[in-house]
Protein backbone atom coordinates (compact mmCIF):
# COMPACT_ATOMS: atom_id res chain seq x y z
CA UNK A 1 0.00 0.00 0.00
CA UNK A 2 2.10 3.05 -1.34
CA UNK A 3 0.65 6.53 -1.31
CA UNK A 4 1.53 9.51 -3.62
CA UNK A 5 4.14 10.76 -1.24
CA UNK A 6 5.86 7.23 -0.38
CA UNK A 7 5.38 4.62 2.45
CA UNK A 8 5.89 6.46 5.73
CA UNK A 9 3.00 8.69 4.80
CA UNK A 10 0.66 5.88 4.08
CA UNK A 11 1.60 4.32 7.48
CA UNK A 12 1.48 7.59 9.49
CA UNK A 13 -2.26 8.12 7.67
CA UNK A 14 -3.39 4.63 8.47
CA UNK A 15 -2.28 4.68 11.94
CA UNK A 16 -4.00 8.04 12.13
CA UNK A 17 -7.00 6.88 10.60
CA UNK A 18 -7.24 3.69 12.89
CA UNK A 19 -6.33 5.92 16.13
CA UNK A 20 -9.03 8.81 15.42
CA UNK A 21 -11.35 5.46 14.87
CA UNK A 22 -11.11 3.76 18.48
CA UNK A 23 -10.94 6.95 19.93
CA UNK A 24 -14.16 8.07 18.64
CA UNK A 25 -15.95 4.35 19.73
CA UNK A 26 -14.35 4.41 22.72
CA UNK A 27 -16.16 7.91 23.48
CA UNK A 28 -19.56 6.74 21.73
CA UNK A 29 -19.46 3.91 24.26
CA UNK A 30 -19.46 5.99 26.98
CA UNK A 31 -21.23 8.51 26.07
CA UNK A 32 -24.20 5.84 25.35
CA UNK A 33 -23.40 4.21 28.72
CA UNK A 34 -23.91 7.20 30.28
CA UNK A 35 -26.84 8.67 28.45
CA UNK A 36 -28.51 4.93 29.19
CA UNK A 37 -28.08 5.14 32.86
CA UNK A 38 -28.41 8.47 33.34
CA UNK A 39 -32.31 7.41 31.49
CA UNK A 40 -32.70 3.95 33.23
CA UNK A 41 -31.85 6.11 36.80
CA UNK A 42 -34.58 9.23 35.95
CA UNK A 43 -37.47 6.54 34.90
CA UNK A 44 -36.32 4.78 38.29
CA UNK A 45 -36.96 7.53 40.05
CA UNK A 46 -40.62 8.40 38.10
CA UNK A 47 -41.82 5.00 39.23
CA UNK A 48 -43.87 4.71 42.30
CA UNK A 49 -43.10 3.79 45.18
CA UNK A 50 -44.40 0.35 46.13
Same mark, same amino acid.
Given at each position: &?? *??? *????S?V?? !? !? &?V?? +??I???????? *??A????? @? @?????? +? $?? $?
Amino acid at each position: &MT *GPL *GEAFSSVAF !T !T &MVTL +AIIELHVELVA *GAAAWLAA @W @WLLRED +A $PA $P
